[in-house]
């Protein structure tokens, strides 16, 4: 019986605040982050432009690469997308303070070969990512969009294919 009184509301608290409890109630700033995400991977170079300014930054973490500015950060992912057939982000966990908001799950490339040095082939890469955005919620701008992608994996998968 003692044991009962403990663990039903232990249940109860585990339940209440569980991420899966609230999986359709986002936030402003996570609304804002999943349209921009959304835009980004479908390739809208139109509707990209309209979340950065001259301030806004890019920056591939593991990469070492940094763009700055509305107009360097959509000429790096024209340059990326050309060869790309599929590009998602499939977010398997999103939360934020404030204007910060990160995302974690796995990005989905698939592209012509030529793009990851195999000619003649299509790529299909899952690759584990870490998305974090800065906010400017005001006038629904990025301020910072970093990347922390897993490049081993996406080797090992590369190797692979």
């Not at 232990?10 to 959304?38: G, H, W």
């Not at 050309?82 to 939360?95: K, P, R, V």
């Not at 990160?102 to 000619?119: A, D, N, S, T």
């Not at 996406?154 to 294919?161: N, Y």
Request: charged residues 25%; contains cysteine; hydrophobic residues 40%.
């Amino acid at each position: 019986m003692m044991f009962r009184c403990i663990l039903i509301p232990l249940i109860t608290l585990v339940l209440t605040f569980s991420p899966f409890a609230y999986s359709n109630v986002k936030t402003e700033e996570q609304k804002i982050a999943l349209d921009y995400m959304q835009t980004l991977t479908q390739h809208d170079l139109v509707k990209l432009r309209d979340f950065y300014d001259r301030d806004s930054v890019f920056k591939d973490k593991t990469a070492g690469k940094t763009y700055i500015g509305g107009q360097h950060i959509v000429d790096f992912f024209k340059r990326a997308y050309h060869g790309m057939l599929e590009y998602e982000f499939d977010i398997t966990h999103i939360y934020n303070k404030g204007s910060f908001v990160v995302m974690i799950g796995e990005y989905h490339f698939k592209g012509k070969g030529l793009q990851f040095g195999k000619p003649g082939k299509i790529i299909s890469l899952k690759v584990p990512s870490v998305t974090t955005l800065e906010l400017d919620t005001e006038n629904h701008k990025i301020k910072k969009h970093v990347d922390m992608i897993d490049y081993q994996m996406l080797s090992e998968q590369l190797a692979l294919q």
